[in-house]
Structures are given as C-alpha cells and as structure tokens.
C-alpha cells in the first residue's frame, strides 16, 4: 500500500468514525422527536427504531391544549418573555460592567474585580435561600420578577468574558476616539461595542440556553399555571397519578427546541469567534 492510497483511506476511516459519532451524540433528539409521533405503547416498548410505524400528528394538537385550561402558547410566551428581558439584560449590563473593568481607573476597582471572580466560586444553590428570603420580604413573590432582575447587575462569567476579549482591542483606538472628542460613555458606544460583537453574540446564544432550559428558578418563583414556563410544563405532563402521555410531551419537548435551534442556527458561525477572542477582524 502506498503512501497516497494509505492517506485516502486514513480519511475515510476518520469520517466514518465521526459520522458514527456524531450519529450516537444526535440519537437521543432523533428517538425523542420520533417518540412525538408515536403513542405510549410504540414509545415504551423498548424499541430503538426512529421511523415512527403510524405518523400521529395529533399528539401536536393535544399536547398544545396543555392542561388546566392553559395552553401551551401560554407557556412558549411567558419562557420568550422571560428568556428574552434576560438575555438582553445581561448583554447590556456585563458589556458596562467589563468596560469598566477593562478600560476605566477609579478608586475600588480591583477589589470589586476581585469580589466578582469570587462569585463564580458560589453554587447557585447556596443562593437560592437567601435569595428567595429577600424577594419574598421585597413583595415580589410569586412573580417573573426574580428570574429577571439579577440580569440587569451583570452576570460574572459574561463580565469576564467580555474583559478577555476587550484585551484584544488596541488602547490606541481609545485614545483616538477621545483626541477626536469622545468621552467615556461615546468611546464605549462608538469604539468598543461595535467591535465587540463576536463576544455579544455569544453572551446571547449561551445566555438563551441558559434562560430557556432553567427549570429550579421558575419552580421556585412561579406558583400560578399561567405563569409557568415551558420547562415546568414538559414536567407536569409527567403525572404519576395518572396516564402519562408520553407522546405529547415529547411533541412539546420537540416544539421547544426550535427557539434554541433558530438562535444557533442565525449565530453560531460567530460563537467560536466570540470564545476564542482572537481579538480584531478586518
């Protein structure tokens, strides 16, 4: 075998066992979204076949009436608007917070860089009492409010983040910008945010992840069924009182992965570049 035929085939071994692969990781979404056109006998009969034998569209229908008399447009629109203030307060918020970190002096600034870094070292669960203690004295429970107030104080692994790749921008175009008359708040909005896009983009994509799958927060705060999201709605289809319909729970579950698949699909070609902060692109 020569050195030419032994490459070509080194290739197609690597991208067959990368297809493999790959099929393995996606299995379990094809089996689920499978499962939403099937009903509970097809589902739990241990089979591993994806090609449902009768296509049940109807577990669509069904499963979208919800339960309680609330929809489950209900639910995709209290998890949107949740999700989305979120997503945007925490872009807004950890860009001025790392700004300020990053390119501002004023008195205190290490020390409250540093108590910062520390709050990544704090499980959220350790929060979760003293939180709730103090919106519930506040009047703001039950309410959306706590699941979205947080993200308008920034959020440390975005903040920092955010420092990682203004490093990458030159100070030169600051001092260029405030010769040409720009102050503090103009270079920020003229000079770095612009150019801070690549890690903007992926604040978003991860925060959306983040937000949309978050089931403790909306568990703990939420109280009333037309309030709950969409992931404490796909938990209560499980009824071990009853008959769980397993086929339209995975039709829901199958819906609710087309906003986290639409917001990769429009931004992950910059999500790389956002973690990887190479720094300017021409």
């Known amino acids: 075998m020569n050195l030419k035929t032994k490459k070509v085939l080194n290739q ?7 297809l493999i692969a790959g099929f393995i990781m996606v299995y379990p979404v094809l089996w689920m979204i499978s499962g939403s056109l099937k009903n509970n006998a097809e589902i739990l009969n241990g089979s591993l076949n994806i090609i449902p034998p009768n296509w049940r569209w109807e577990n669509f229908a069904r499963g979208w009436k919800g339960f309680g008399g609330t929809s489950f447009r209900t639910f995709f629109t209290n998890s949107i608007i949740i999700t989305g203030i979120a997503t945007a307060a925490t872009v807004v918020s950890s860009a001025c917070i790392a700004y300020s970190f990053s390119r501002l002096k004023y008195p205190g ?17 350790v929060l979760l009492i003293p939180q709730y203690v103090m919106y519930n ?9 706590p699941l979205i107030l947080p993200h308008f104080l920034g959020q440390a692994f975005f903040i920092y983040q955010m420092m990682q790749f203004m490093a990458g921008i030159p100070r030169e175009l600051d001092e260029a910008a405030f010769v040409d008359g720009c102050s503090k708040y103009g270079i920020f909005s003229y000079v770095i945010l612009p150019l801070l896009k690549p890690a903007v983009i992926t604040t ?4 959306f992840y983040w937000k949309w799958d978050d089931f403790q927060g909306p568990l703990v705060y939420l109280s009333k069924p037309e309030s709950y999201t969409v992931s404490i709605a796909l ?5 071990s009182s009853s008959r769980t319909d397993y086929g339209s729970m ?3 579950s199958t819906l609710s992965l087309i906003p986290v698949f639409l917001i990769f699909l429009f ?16």
């Open 12 to 18: 197609y071994i690597y991208h067959v066992l990368v």
């Open 109 to 125: 600034r290490k020390l409250l860089f540093t108590l910062m870094i520390m709050t990544l070292l704090l499980p959220g669960q």
């Open 137 to 145: 004295r506040m009047g703001l429970v039950p309410s959306i409010i």
């Open 204 to 207: 978003v994509i991860i925060q």
């Open 235 to 239: 938990k209560l289809f499980a009824d």
């Open 250 to 252: 995975f039709a829901m």
């Open 267 to 282: 931004f992950n070609r910059y999500l790389t570049e956002g973690i990887s902060t190479s720094g300017l692109k021409g």
